[in-house]
């Protein structure tokens, strides 16, 4: 199986944007979701996309952040606006049974 690889992170200042991408994902597999990991905490739903085109978000990047995906380019996409501190995470992608090995977002002035 091809891995899912994320791409995209990086340090931002707090207000700005990035959009993350993560390579690798299957068209025919659903739920695909976005999860973030900070040291010494658990890990945390972000966003999911489901075949119906259901999406849900963690409610505090609800009107933030957005999930989408690119079927023809087998890429999952997450664009994340208005970044905040308490966003600072390494962010991992997840389609089925695979996960990636995440991308670091850093939000700091």
């Known amino acids: 199986q091809v891995p899912l690889v994320e791409s995209g992170g990086g340090l931002v200042q707090p207000g700005g944007s990035l959009r993350l991408s993560c390579t690798g994902t299957s068209p025919s597999i659903y739920p695909v979701s976005w999860l973030r990991q900070v040291p010494g905490k658990q890990r945390e739903f972000v966003a999911l996309l489901t075949k119906e085109g259901v999406v849900r978000y963690l409610d505090s990047v609800e009107g933030r952040f957005t999930i989408s995906r690119d079927n023809a380019k087998n890429t999952l996409y997450l664009q994340m606006n208005n970044l905040q501190a308490e966003d600072t995470a390494l962010y991992l992608c997840?389609?089925?049974?695979?996960w990636g090995q995440g991308t670091q977002v850093t939000v700091s002035s």
């Open positions: 997840s389609s089925g049974t695979l």
